[in-house]
């Protein structure tokens, strides 16, 4: 275990080497600070490239009466339309299952929603333009509500359900039994750098695209299916993205396949951006769920039985939302053994654009509704809730998960007792006591919540991962993997470990672009696998190629092969002499040694049975947990967050410095998801909260005046890359640690007496409204 | 026009005179360092950093470039993340500080980051005991970042402050000093800043007569001021602007003087500016100029154009009509002085008469037994608009209420005053039960609306809660805001 402050700091220049372990900066961190690095809106542009804009629908449910885009046609600039009519191939871009119109000239399903598309010679022409289409609809009203949905049967994809032990029985049976239900409310990934694709069309129907994409592999295979051409002629560069946060999973590629298609028609580079609040109002976000619990325990808290329902609602179309629920019901149990359960997961349709990846992927959803219950169970047996949430933790001959996986519980156990001490809980909870009983008005609340988060992806033929690694003959070294850089650090990790393997000086090594014609028909970047499964198969190329030069370096010096060893910029064959990495590589190449190679990894050992809700979906489980005390004022609802205390468990970190930035970004976001991050649609299935003046993520006098976040530094007793753990999405729920703080200093009103009821995103207008709900329950009783 | 770009001296007549400093940037030059991340001033991602003079030598301010016409950056020094680092490759003192600490991840929004940085670090030393936490949050909360949750950012902002780092713009300082008055003085007579054919200008007036002038010639013409809500309708809905005045070089209006009963501010004095005197004069308000907008925002905005653009959400408006303060408005009939509480007269819609602008604002000053609270209600803290923004102002005896005025934000189509909540205020005592009966007329003067930023029985009742919050903070004397909980511990 170590904290950042404690390691010193590293740069290259300082100390070369840069492998793995080591706190070196994030590989683009001048360009990123000198404005260098490059975005796809920053390319320059073909001679001659048009600009795309979209014409999107005005109404949420319907159908198109009419469509008159003479006016757009005529506009200053306007080079081209395109319309269903103009799409030679695939009409429907649905990821998993269909159900994803490129674009519609009949029937309308969420506001927004892409009807034509227009190119002209500069973006201003464009936008401008497509503000003159003349449509004109049969509206209908639209059905926004989650419940209603799944009352109509109006579902996605099939409900699910995982069973252990006999729930019924154990529930009728429990001396104590509660149920709640709650509202949780979704997320706008509000990445900084929007949407945006660049088409290029090359000879013969060949189409480049550079894109700001999770998953090339997914753009590649639309675009040609919507071109109706092979997947051979389109290539997709992904460079890095200004943030992703899985807004760009499965969402980057409607504007990919539009800019193509227009280049196609055009014959001319296409650049299709989506200004801001297109990129709003068009793109999926975080599921809002409804979640209800109905559980008995026994008088000291401890869980008998647990039958919980979630309902995630997801938009018009599948997309993701199957296995976004799947997980949430996944992680329904958190960090807790329930003895006897029954989980019941939902995934209805609305009128709305269609929901989709964001970090945790339902995991946080799911969550939430475990974390409220062990809070009403101690607001209910007058304890604490952090004596709650111990007791149920999975323990020994407690370990098995509702989907049938056993829990490897001792790092939780241990992450818990050390965070408790460390962060001083009970003392501070003896002082918020005492500074609560003389303040009238506000209040401080205090609360401690755990985090185990399954890793690998649920769909099983997605956790493979390919790379390609060239040796060129001065001893640098070009890497490419399939994963794609979207700030979190992938390519700065996936480097080190090659350094590592190779024993060379990270300087070495050169990260490219994302490229689907350097390793093709990858994954997503995406489920926190980015390094595990890409670190893994570099690390497989880079053991090819050390054991070819080894092999060549044993000959030539007549040794054994045990003997060579790749360590400071050197192969050694015996203690003294070496000879240098780049002389080896030179000697290799005249030797017609091949300094090229691939390298493949997938994930061992998991499985499901749908059928049976029964198997081991993840590899392993991250784990942490945070502190988190809050002030509240109970005459307007304000409140600010005052301190939190994070431990976190990444394994053996490959880079603490990006791993820490991880954590304290993830709880940031996940901070901004539970408490002032709300999206609001108004009655007629319009996003009202569609520009950054209207949804609110958190600014920097957010962040926790003290903020203390450490690594729990313990090898992953599974064998991932150099032992390490995911961290992409686990702390994202540190922040639960946030909201329950907020229900403790409100349960303070009632002398803890009373759970209150508080939906997420909990504003400063809920926590009044669970204020003032509190004081009727008390005048009340 | 002209202008220095970092160090690239650039004349410039002939551009649509809607174009923005970000649009110049990217499309014209195709310097892509800064980027667009909103283009609604609501993110920071597009920060660059102007230069002018002021005084003996120059002033920096971060301002958005995506809500900034380019008309409004003649005769200054437009610092973009391009210009920071040296040819050699060696970083900026600021950049190295963000690389040092981690502390940028996708990227997008660092370098809006580290040219409000810039900024911060070229900043006077505070006179007034401002911790680094507090000027780091000023200097930041207009820059959004979505990756590293702001702490090594922070870190890299307080080693800066720790220990100041001269650089190569101090070395620089008088020669772009010199540089720039020169510009000013050939520029004096000067109107028309850009054109593209005859009838597309944007004018810049150095005079209130000037002003009238431009006006008669142009009645179509849009004043802009700071711009910071007139350019969303050039960025939003993509409206052309043919016809700009910009009211950010009219000498009358960049005025501020100091009166024995009253401050009379220059309409086209920025929140920045202002904010010294204002504070000084209104310590109340110190917590509402630091929330209202960005510093972004804040060095652009000015308090005329807040009051002309009459949004039923701008946040000075209530503490000007609490202070009954009155507008100086100039047309060519002459000028006269309009009481505040008479200028607006529904949702965007003023008084203000046809080819007339605001010159200036007059605050009468506090009296001895004044009693000042000016409380802001928003999802967010910072950069944020109000849900509710309330101004008090009472005049107490012995704790009784002789004199009530409350200024109203976001609970009306206009900011308004509360008179049935005020008359129930007078003769009261200033006690949690002496305002009661205000806190149930509150009902009967407003009528809010429920949008995105909050229901209207939040606002009813908040606003009314924010009623007792004042009697209990006169009865404590704490404050009983959150935020300074937050800080004081």
């Known amino acids: 275990m170590r904290t950042l402050a404690e390691t010193p700091p590293t740069t290259l220049t300082e100390q070369s080497f840069g492998g793995v372990g080591t706190t070196v900066p994030h590989d683009s961190a001048r360009q990123h600070v000198m404005g260098t690095a490059r975005y796809v809106d920053d390319i320059a542009e073909p001679q001659g490239t048009l600009y795309a804009a979209v014409i999107g629908s005005r109404i949420a449910k319907g159908r198109i009466r009419s469509l008159d885009l003479k006016a757009v046609a005529a506009a200053p600039g306007v080079v081209a339309l395109l319309t269903l009519d103009d799409v030679p191939g695939h009409t429907d871009i649905g990821p998993v299952f269909p159900g994803d119109p490129i674009l519609t000239q009949s029937d309308i399903r969420y506001a927004g929603q892409p009807i034509a598309l227009v190119a002209a010679i500069s973006e201003k022409a464009a936008r401008q333009a497509a503000l003159l289409a003349q449509i004109d609809y049969d509206a209908q009203t639209p059905q926004l509500d989650a419940e209603t949905a799944l009352a109509n049967q109006q579902l996605l994809r099939p409900s699910h359900r995982m069973q252990l032990g006999d729930c019924a029985t154990a529930l009728q049976q429990a001396p104590i039994q509660l149920s709640a239900k709650m509202q949780v409310g979704g997320q706008e990934h509000l990445y900084l750098e929007g949407q945006v694709s660049l088409a290029v069309p090359g000879e013969d129907g060949d189409m480049l695209i550079y894109t700001s994409s999770q998953h090339p592999s997914e753009v590649q295979k639309l675009v040609a299916e919507v071109l109706n051409q092979p997947l051979h002629k389109v290539t997709v560069d992904m460079r890095r993205m200004g943030g992703g946060f899985g807004g760009k999973e499965t969402q980057a590629a409607p504007w990919a396949c539009l800019a193509a298609l227009m280049a196609a028609k055009t014959g001319q580079a296409v650049k299709l951006r989506l200004p801001r609040k297109d990129d709003m109002v068009m793109t999926g976000k975080r599921h809002p769920f409804v979640n209800r619990y109905h559980i008995g325990c026994d008088e000291q808290g401890r869980l008998l039985a647990a039958d919980i329902e979630v309902i995630g609602n997801g938009g018009h179309s599948p997309d993701l939302t199957d296995a976004i629920v799947d997980r949430a019901m996944f992680h329904a149990d958190n960090a807790y053994f329930l003895p006897n359960a029954d989980i019941r997961g939902h995934r209805v349709a609305t009128d709305t654009v269609s929901h989709t990846a964001f970090r945790g992927f339902g995991g946080p959803q799911g969550m939430l509704i475990i974390e409220r219950a062990m809070d009403d169970i ?96 001065d001893g640098s070294i070009q890497l490419n993997h399939g994963g794609t850089e979207m700030g979190q650090g992938l390519h700065t990790k996936v480097a080190q470990v090659v350094a590592s393997t190779l024993g060379v000086d990270l300087q070495q090594i050169r990260i490219t672009a994302t490229r689907t014609d350097k390793v093709p028909n990858t994954s997503p970047t995406a489920a926190s696998s980015g390094s595990d499964l890409n670190g893994k198969a570099a690390e497989q190329a880079a053991l090819t190629l050390k054991q070819r030069l080894s092999d060549f370096l044993a000959e030539q010096q007549a040794v054994p092969l045990s003997q060579i060893r790749f360590s400071d910029n050197q192969v050694w064959w015996d203690d003294h ?16 040694i091949s300094l090229s190679a691939t390298g493949y990894y997938r994930t061992p050992k998991i499985w499901y049975d749908r059928e049976k809700a029964q198997g081991r979906p993840f590899f392993y489980f991250a784990t942490g947990a945070a502190v988190s005390e809050v002030i509240i004022d109970s005459l307007t609802g304000e409140y600010r967050l005052l301190q939190t205390d994070i431990l976190h468990d990444v394994g053996k970190s490959l880079n603490p410095a990006i791993d820490i930035g991880q954590i304290e970004g993830g709880f940031i976001q996940g901070m901004g998801w539970l408490t002032t991050e709300e999206l609001v649609w108004n009655a007629e299935g319009q996003l009202l909260s569609n520009s950054p003046a209207t949804y609110k993520i958190p600014a920097i006098s957010d962040t926790p005046p003290i903020f203390n976040v450490r690594l729990f530094e313990q090898a992953n007793a599974e064998a991932t890359i150099y032992h390490s753990k995911a961290v992409g999405e686990p702390p994202l729920m540190l922040a639960i640690s946030v909201w329950s703080a907020l229900r403790d200093a409100i349960s303070s009103l009632s002398d803890y007496r009373i759970s209150p009821d508080l939906d997420t995103p909990a504003t400063p207008e809920r926590v009044l409204a669970a204020i003032e709900a509190l004081k009727k329950q008390q005048e009340a009783s | 026009m002209q202008f220095m770009l970092n160090q690239t001296h650039i004349q410039l007549d002939e551009c649509a005179p809607d174009t923005t400093l970000l649009e110049y940037l990217r499309t014209h030059l195709v310097q892509r360092g800064t980027k667009e991340g909103c283009a609604s001033g609501d993110c920071g991602a597009c920060t660059v950093v102007l230069a002018e003079s002021g005084g003996d030598g120059l002033r920096y301010r971060a301002i958005n470039s995506c809500i900034t016409y380019l008309g409004a950056v003649d005769g200054c020094q437009v610092i973009t993340v391009e210009g920071l680092s040296h040819q050699s490759g060696q970083l900026h003192p600021v950049q190295q500080a963000m690389v040092d600490q981690h502390a940028s991840q996708c990227g997008f929004c660092t370098p809006g980051f580290v040219m409000s940085l810039f900024a911060l670090t070229h900043q006077p030393q505070e006179p007034h005991d401002t911790t680094p936490t507090e000027r780091i949050h000023q200097a930041l909360g207009g820059n959004l970042c979505r990756c590293t949750g702001y702490r090594p950012i922070i870190d890299a902002a307080k080693s800066l402050l720790s220990v100041p780092l001269p650089d190569a713009f101090n070395e620089r300082e008088d020669h772009v000093h010199r540089q720039l008055n020169d510009w000013t003085a050939i520029n004096e007579d000067g109107c028309i800043t850009l054109k593209a054919g005859e009838s597309r200008v944007f004018a810049s007036p150095r005079s209130s007569e000037a002003l009238l002038n431009c006006l008669a010639h142009y009645p179509q013409a849009r004043l802009v001021a700071g711009g910071t809500d007139l350019a969303l309708e050039s960025t939003q809905q993509l409206h052309s602007l043919p ?183 007078i003769g009261q005592p200033f006690t949690p039960e002496g305002i009661r009966a205000a806190q149930r007329a509150l009902a009967a003067d407003f009528t809010p609306l429920t949008d995105v930023r909050a229901s209207a029985e939040y606002r009813l009742r908040s606003a009314s809660n924010l009623l007792l919050r004042a009697v209990l903070e006169y009865q404590g004397h704490s404050s009983l805001e959150v935020s300074y909980h937050a800080h004081t511990g």
């Open chain 2, 243 to 425: 016809q700009l005045i910009y009211t950010g070089r009219v000498a009358e209006m960049r005025q501020i003087s100091e009166r024995e009963d009253a401050l009379v501010i220059g309409a086209a004095v920025t929140y920045s500016e202002a904010e010294p005197i204002l504070t000084h004069a209104f310590p109340a308000l110190a917590g509402l100029l630091h929330r209202l907008g960005s510093l972004q925002v804040r060095n652009q905005g000015t308090l005329g154009g807040n009051i002309a653009n009459a949004s039923p959400i701008g946040d000075m408006p209530p503490v000007l009509l609490a202070l009954d303060a009155q507008l100086r408005i100039r047309d060519a009939e002459g000028v006269i002085d309009m009481p505040i509480r008479e200028f607006f007269t529904g949702y965007r819609q003023t008084r203000l008469p046809p080819g007339g602008f605001i010159e200036a604002l007059i605050l009468p000053r506090l009296q001895p037994d004044s009693f000042l609270r000016i409380y802001k209600l928003s999802k967010r803290l910072d950069d944020d608009i109000s849900a509710v923004c309330l101004a008090m102002h009472l005049q107490l005896d012995q704790d009784r209420i002789v004199s009530a005025r409350l200024g109203l934000g976001g609970m009306a189509a206009t900011p308004a005053r509360a008179y049935q909540a005020e008359a129930a205020l």
């Open chain 1, 378 to 473: 101690a607001r209910h047996l007058g304890c604490d809730p952090l004596d709650i949430r111990k007791r149920n933790l999975y323990a020994e001959k407690r370990d098995l998960t509702p989907y049938h996986q056993q829990v490897e519980f001792a790092t939780l156990q241990r992450l818990v007792t050390e965070l408790e001490q460390s962060s001083d809980y009970w003392a501070r909870r003896k002082a918020i006591t005492q500074w609560n009983n003389g303040s009238a008005i506000l209040k401080r609340g205090l609360a401690l919540t755990p985090v185990k988060f399954g890793i690998s992806f649920t769909l099983q033929h997605l956790n493979q991962a390919g790379a390609l690694l060239h040796i060129y003959t």
């Open chain 1, 577 to 592: 002499q070496s000879v240098t990495f780049a002389e080896l590589v030179q000697q290799a190449y005249l030797a017609r």
